[in-house]
Protein backbone atom coordinates (compact mmCIF):
# COMPACT_ATOMS: atom_id res chain seq x y z
CA UNK A 1 0.00 0.00 0.00
CA UNK A 2 1.09 3.66 -0.74
CA UNK A 3 2.14 5.96 2.45
CA UNK A 4 3.60 8.72 3.44
CA UNK A 5 5.03 9.06 6.80
CA UNK A 6 6.35 11.68 9.21
CA UNK A 7 7.73 10.00 12.25
CA UNK A 8 7.96 13.35 14.61
CA UNK A 9 5.05 14.99 15.73
CA UNK A 10 7.36 17.79 16.76
CA UNK A 11 10.90 19.79 15.93
CA UNK A 12 11.80 22.00 18.12
CA UNK A 13 14.73 24.46 16.82
CA UNK A 14 16.56 27.14 17.83
CA UNK A 15 16.26 30.70 15.84
CA UNK A 16 19.27 30.48 13.33
CA UNK A 17 19.98 26.77 13.77
CA UNK A 18 19.42 24.81 10.86
CA UNK A 19 15.97 22.53 10.82
CA UNK A 20 15.10 19.06 9.10
CA UNK A 21 11.63 17.86 9.24
CA UNK A 22 11.68 14.22 8.20
CA UNK A 23 9.91 12.57 5.40
CA UNK A 24 9.53 8.81 4.44
CA UNK A 25 7.60 7.30 1.16
CA UNK A 26 6.35 3.83 0.03
CA UNK A 27 5.23 3.83 -3.30
CA UNK A 28 5.74 1.88 -6.43
CA UNK A 29 7.55 3.51 -9.48
CA UNK A 30 9.25 7.09 -9.38
CA UNK A 31 7.34 8.99 -6.56
CA UNK A 32 5.93 13.02 -7.00
CA UNK A 33 6.57 14.67 -3.83
CA UNK A 34 5.61 17.64 -2.17
CA UNK A 35 5.49 19.96 1.12
CA UNK A 36 3.06 22.36 2.42
CA UNK A 37 3.43 23.96 5.25
CA UNK A 38 -0.12 25.24 7.31
CA UNK A 39 0.26 28.46 9.52
CA UNK A 40 -2.70 28.99 12.66
CA UNK A 41 -6.00 29.07 11.26
CA UNK A 42 -4.99 29.30 7.35
CA UNK A 43 -5.51 26.50 4.89
CA UNK A 44 -2.33 24.59 3.33
CA UNK A 45 0.23 26.58 0.95
CA UNK A 46 2.29 24.95 -1.20
CA UNK A 47 6.29 25.22 -0.79
CA UNK A 48 7.70 23.05 -3.00
CA UNK A 49 7.63 19.56 -4.80
CA UNK A 50 10.29 17.11 -6.49
CA UNK A 51 9.21 15.35 -10.29
CA UNK A 52 12.28 14.27 -11.74
CA UNK A 53 15.74 15.71 -11.48
CA UNK A 54 18.05 16.95 -9.03
CA UNK A 55 17.48 15.41 -6.13
CA UNK A 56 18.00 19.05 -4.12
CA UNK A 57 14.69 21.25 -4.69
CA UNK A 58 14.30 24.63 -3.63
CA UNK A 59 11.11 25.89 -2.69
CA UNK A 60 9.37 29.36 -1.42
CA UNK A 61 10.43 31.04 1.96
CA UNK A 62 14.47 29.73 1.51
CA UNK A 63 13.07 25.90 2.01
CA UNK A 64 14.72 23.26 0.55
CA UNK A 65 13.90 19.52 0.64
CA UNK A 66 16.42 16.52 -0.26
CA UNK A 67 15.04 13.33 -2.29
CA UNK A 68 16.49 10.32 -1.88
CA UNK A 69 15.90 7.20 -3.78
CA UNK A 70 17.80 4.40 -1.95
CA UNK A 71 16.43 5.67 1.95
CA UNK A 72 12.76 6.93 0.13
CA UNK A 73 13.35 9.77 1.54
CA UNK A 74 12.23 13.73 1.06
CA UNK A 75 13.70 15.80 4.29
CA UNK A 76 12.01 19.69 4.39
CA UNK A 77 15.46 21.89 5.60
CA UNK A 78 16.23 25.05 5.69
CA UNK A 79 19.55 26.27 6.85
CA UNK A 80 18.84 29.10 9.40
CA UNK A 81 15.49 28.84 11.36
CA UNK A 82 12.74 31.75 12.05
CA UNK A 83 10.57 32.24 14.25
CA UNK A 84 7.72 32.69 11.62
CA UNK A 85 8.65 29.30 10.39
CA UNK A 86 6.65 27.79 13.50
CA UNK A 87 3.94 25.77 11.72
CA UNK A 88 2.21 22.17 10.77
CA UNK A 89 4.22 20.75 7.79
CA UNK A 90 2.76 18.34 5.10
CA UNK A 91 4.86 15.62 3.62
CA UNK A 92 2.68 14.38 0.86
CA UNK A 93 3.22 11.92 -2.28
CA UNK A 94 1.15 11.27 -5.64
CA UNK A 95 -1.45 8.46 -5.65
CA UNK A 96 -0.13 5.94 -8.30
CA UNK A 97 -3.88 4.56 -8.78
CA UNK A 98 -5.21 7.98 -9.65
CA UNK A 99 -4.00 10.77 -11.92
CA UNK A 100 -5.28 13.40 -9.51
CA UNK A 101 -4.98 12.13 -5.37
CA UNK A 102 -2.49 13.01 -3.16
CA UNK A 103 -1.55 10.82 0.04
CA UNK A 104 -0.39 13.30 2.88
CA UNK A 105 1.28 12.50 6.15
CA UNK A 106 0.39 13.27 9.49
CA UNK A 107 2.37 16.54 9.76
CA UNK A 108 4.88 17.36 11.81
CA UNK A 109 4.51 21.02 14.26
CA UNK A 110 7.85 22.69 13.73
CA UNK A 111 8.47 25.09 16.71
CA UNK A 112 11.49 27.29 16.69
CA UNK A 113 12.22 28.93 20.44
CA UNK A 114 14.13 32.69 20.08
CA UNK B 1 -2.11 34.20 -7.39
CA UNK B 2 -4.72 30.90 -7.40
CA UNK B 3 -7.68 32.03 -4.86
CA UNK B 4 -9.64 28.90 -3.01
CA UNK B 5 -12.64 30.76 -0.74
CA UNK B 6 -14.99 28.44 1.73
CA UNK B 7 -18.50 30.05 2.52
CA UNK B 8 -17.70 30.12 6.16
CA UNK B 9 -14.64 29.95 8.50
CA UNK B 10 -16.52 28.40 11.30
CA UNK B 11 -19.63 26.67 11.76
CA UNK B 12 -22.05 25.56 14.46
CA UNK B 13 -24.90 22.57 13.66
CA UNK B 14 -26.90 20.80 15.68
CA UNK B 15 -26.99 16.45 15.12
CA UNK B 16 -29.24 15.79 12.26
CA UNK B 17 -29.17 19.04 10.33
CA UNK B 18 -28.13 19.16 6.94
CA UNK B 19 -25.13 21.36 6.35
CA UNK B 20 -23.47 22.70 3.19
CA UNK B 21 -20.05 23.60 2.67
CA UNK B 22 -19.33 25.61 -0.47
CA UNK B 23 -15.70 25.90 -2.58
CA UNK B 24 -14.62 28.26 -4.85
CA UNK B 25 -11.91 28.69 -7.26
CA UNK B 26 -10.89 30.92 -9.31
CA UNK B 27 -8.35 29.46 -11.98
CA UNK B 28 -10.26 27.43 -13.99
CA UNK B 29 -8.69 24.37 -12.36
CA UNK B 30 -10.49 21.31 -13.59
CA UNK B 31 -9.61 19.18 -10.25
CA UNK B 32 -11.29 20.02 -6.51
CA UNK B 33 -10.41 18.02 -3.53
CA UNK B 34 -13.07 18.08 0.03
CA UNK B 35 -10.69 17.13 2.99
CA UNK B 36 -11.17 16.70 6.50
CA UNK B 37 -8.30 17.27 9.21
CA UNK B 38 -8.22 15.68 12.30
CA UNK B 39 -5.15 15.86 15.11
CA UNK B 40 -2.85 13.47 14.43
CA UNK B 41 -4.56 12.01 11.23
CA UNK B 42 -3.30 14.71 9.08
CA UNK B 43 -5.64 15.38 5.76
CA UNK B 44 -7.85 12.19 5.02
CA UNK B 45 -9.53 12.83 1.25
CA UNK B 46 -13.58 13.00 1.11
CA UNK B 47 -14.61 13.09 -2.52
CA UNK B 48 -12.97 14.95 -4.88
CA UNK B 49 -13.97 15.66 -8.93
CA UNK B 50 -11.92 15.83 -11.77
CA UNK B 51 -14.88 17.24 -14.19
CA UNK B 52 -17.78 19.26 -13.82
CA UNK B 53 -20.73 16.67 -12.52
CA UNK B 54 -18.43 14.01 -12.24
CA UNK B 55 -17.01 12.94 -8.48
CA UNK B 56 -14.88 10.11 -7.01
CA UNK B 57 -15.05 9.15 -3.55
CA UNK B 58 -11.61 9.41 -1.75
CA UNK B 59 -10.71 7.40 1.71
CA UNK B 60 -13.89 8.19 4.35
CA UNK B 61 -17.23 9.09 1.92
CA UNK B 62 -19.54 8.17 4.50
CA UNK B 63 -22.20 10.50 5.64
CA UNK B 64 -21.09 13.15 2.89
CA UNK B 65 -22.07 13.69 -0.27
CA UNK B 66 -21.25 16.30 -3.02
CA UNK B 67 -22.06 18.68 -5.83
CA UNK B 68 -20.22 20.02 -8.75
CA UNK B 69 -22.60 21.88 -11.26
CA UNK B 70 -20.23 24.41 -12.15
CA UNK B 71 -16.04 24.28 -12.94
CA UNK B 72 -15.33 26.45 -10.55
CA UNK B 73 -17.81 25.62 -7.31
CA UNK B 74 -17.48 22.14 -5.13
CA UNK B 75 -19.84 21.71 -2.30
CA UNK B 76 -19.95 19.26 0.37
CA UNK B 77 -23.17 18.03 1.96
CA UNK B 78 -23.64 16.34 5.27
CA UNK B 79 -27.27 14.79 4.65
CA UNK B 80 -27.43 14.68 8.68
CA UNK B 81 -24.19 15.72 10.90
CA UNK B 82 -23.23 13.47 13.51
CA UNK B 83 -20.81 14.85 16.47
CA UNK B 84 -17.81 12.67 15.02
CA UNK B 85 -18.40 15.05 11.89
CA UNK B 86 -16.70 17.77 14.00
CA UNK B 87 -13.74 18.61 12.41
CA UNK B 88 -11.91 21.09 10.08
CA UNK B 89 -13.16 21.08 6.60
CA UNK B 90 -10.65 21.63 3.94
CA UNK B 91 -11.39 22.63 -0.02
CA UNK B 92 -8.52 22.50 -2.63
CA UNK B 93 -8.88 23.32 -6.77
CA UNK B 94 -5.86 21.08 -8.37
CA UNK B 95 -3.98 21.48 -11.96
CA UNK B 96 -4.16 18.30 -14.09
CA UNK B 97 -1.24 15.77 -14.45
CA UNK B 98 1.78 16.13 -14.45
CA UNK B 99 1.42 19.02 -12.33
CA UNK B 100 -0.58 17.26 -9.58
CA UNK B 101 -0.42 20.65 -7.23
CA UNK B 102 -3.17 21.58 -5.22
CA UNK B 103 -4.34 25.10 -3.32
CA UNK B 104 -6.17 25.04 -0.09
CA UNK B 105 -8.94 27.62 1.27
CA UNK B 106 -8.23 28.86 4.46
CA UNK B 107 -10.90 26.27 5.75
CA UNK B 108 -14.52 25.82 7.59
CA UNK B 109 -14.01 24.98 11.07
CA UNK B 110 -17.29 22.58 11.80
CA UNK B 111 -18.59 21.86 15.14
CA UNK B 112 -21.76 19.66 15.53
CA UNK B 113 -23.17 19.65 19.08
Known amino acids: AQSVAQPEDQVNVAEGNPLTVKCTYSVSGNPYLFWYVQYPNRGLQFLLKYITGDNLVKGSYGFEAEFNKSQTSFHLKKPSALVSDSALYFC????????????FGSGTRLLVRP | DVKVTQSSRYLVKRTGEKVFLECVQD?????MFWYRQDPGLGLRLIYF???????EKGDIPEGYSVSREKKERFSLILESASTNQTSMYLCASGKTPPSYEQYFGPGTRLTVT
Open chain 2, 27 to 31: MDHEN
Open chain 2, 49 to 55: SYDVKMK
Open chain 1, 92 to 103: AVRDMDSSYKLI
